[in-house]
């Protein structure tokens, strides 16, 4: 009897989950209306706080931001990663293909990827992060719903922990510093400052890969906690089939939409009564409230918002016409986000435009509609000729050689 021989290949058209394209495309936004307000100053010079702008329109703008956006639309990448892992997974087990090696090829490629636009493109990366962590997927994807839930809870709480953590260690470093430490920070902020707007590309480089990327690695003991929580809620909602059978999940997701909901909009309000001085705690006590806030936040307004869109895509089919065009980026996830940041570079950094310092808030919204605007129209065009982005195509010959 001749051998069977198993392979797998590509997720085809026709496999593809579709809302998973929506949710993508969707999040794409706010991940580049975040950057964007990255890229507009140094890592050292970021305002943190409503008051440190001037402009009462970037001051509103800020909290907008912070309240509706912020670290929630990079929560919606991380979960969907997760989910992404187990459609992996499911499709190599039934190939007969042994999941770890497979994955682990594929995690190595996107830190490759992450790396690369980490050191010679951007200090935000975030595909390093996501192909660490993707290495406790692997040794979790076996365990039961109620372990999930466990590990869920563990790293949920770790991350809060990290998080307050990171915000009195930046506490401490801007008030207890002598003088001279305080010093040698002024000369970082002023050679950051004027090597992004007037160096060159190698300049800019050397200061990221010897002035930055400590700092960046030691933040890793804060992020891979955070989005382990989103990749196990991905894993634990595709094990039990909500985007497969969203209508028969509906009184499961109208539950999740309420709680997350009610829950998220009370720790918001909170959040605004401090970062406005209706609440006063000491000033070492709001920083830490106030970056727990976030945290907490950013993963149940993630799950809201999740939640919200697939009840509309399940119950009204105006809503799937009116999103489907975010399907395009959705379907283009790696190729769009490593573009956005090849825009921003070419924006404000000196050897391109040169508009670091030079852009508000308000520029920077409207920059973010017409970059993103113009992504749906090239991912459009790009799908109506190939099968996969660039990125993707890429990424999945590397993963699936020789198979």
């Avoid at 703008?61 to 309240?67: D, E, G, P, S, T």
């Avoid at 980490?118 to 990366?125: E, K, P, Q, S, Y």
């Avoid at 915000?167 to 010093?183: C, V």
């Amino acid at each position: 009897m001749k051998e069977t021989v198993f392979t797998i290949q590509p997720t085809g058209l026709e496999e593809r989950i579709h809302v998973l394209d929506f949710l993508r495309g969707f999040s794409l936004f706010g991940v580049l209306l975040v950057n964007m307000t990255l890229f507009r100053t140094t890592i050292f010079e970021y305002p943190r706080r409503i008051f440190d702008y001037a402009e009462v329109t970037d001051q509103w703008i800020f909290l907008i931001i912070q309240i509706f956006i912020s670290g929630k639309f990079i929560s919606v990448l991380s979960f969907l990663f997760g989910l992404g892992f187990f459609l992996f997974m499911e499709r190599a087990e039934q190939k007969g293909l042994s999941v770890v090696p497979l994955y682990r090829r594929r995690l190595l490629y996107l830190l490759l990827f992450g790396v690369l636009h980490l050191v010679f493109v951007w200090n935000g990366d975030i595909l390093h992060t996501y192909a660490l962590a993707g290495l406790v997927l692997l040794w979790l994807r076996k365990k039961t719903l109620q372990t999930l839930l466990r590990w869920m809870t563990f790293f949920f709480v770790l991350s809060a922990f990290m998080a307050g953590m990171a915000a009195w260690i930046e506490f401490w470093a801007e008030n207890m510093l002598d003088q001279k430490l305080l010093q040698q920070q002024a000369f970082y902020s002023m050679l950051a400052w004027e090597t992004y707007s007037a160096g060159s590309f190698w300049e800019i480089v050397q200061f990221r890969f010897f002035y930055e990327l400590p700092n960046l690695l030691v933040s890793l003991l804060y992020t891979i906690p955070f989005v382990l929580v989103l990749f196990l809620a991905g894993l634990y909602a595709g094990r039990r089939n909500i985007f497969r059978d969203i209508e028969g999940n509906l009184p499961f997701l109208r539950k999740i939409w309420l709680v997350t909901g009610v829950s998220g909009m009370v720790i918001t309000i909170f959040y605004v009564c401090i970062e406005l001085g209706v609440l006063q705690p000491g000033l070492l006590q709001a920083a830490i409230l106030l970056e727990v806030n976030k945290h907490i936040s950013a993963i149940l307004l993630s799950f809201f918002y999740m939640s919200s869109l697939l009840i509309l895509l399940a119950s009204k089919r105006i809503s799937q016409m009116v999103f489907a065009p975010l399907a395009y980026l959705g379907r283009m996830t790696l190729t769009n986000y490593l573009m956005q940041s090849l825009i921003c570079v070419f924006i404000f950094y000196g050897f391109g435009l040169g508009y670091l310092g030079k852009i508000n808030l308000a520029g920077v919204l409207a920059l973010t509609l017409i970059i993103y605007t113009l992504q749906v129209v090239f991912s459009y065009f790009w799908l109506k000729r190939f099968r996969f982005g660039p990125m993707e195509w890429f990424w999945r010959r590397l993963t699936y050689k020789n198979i």
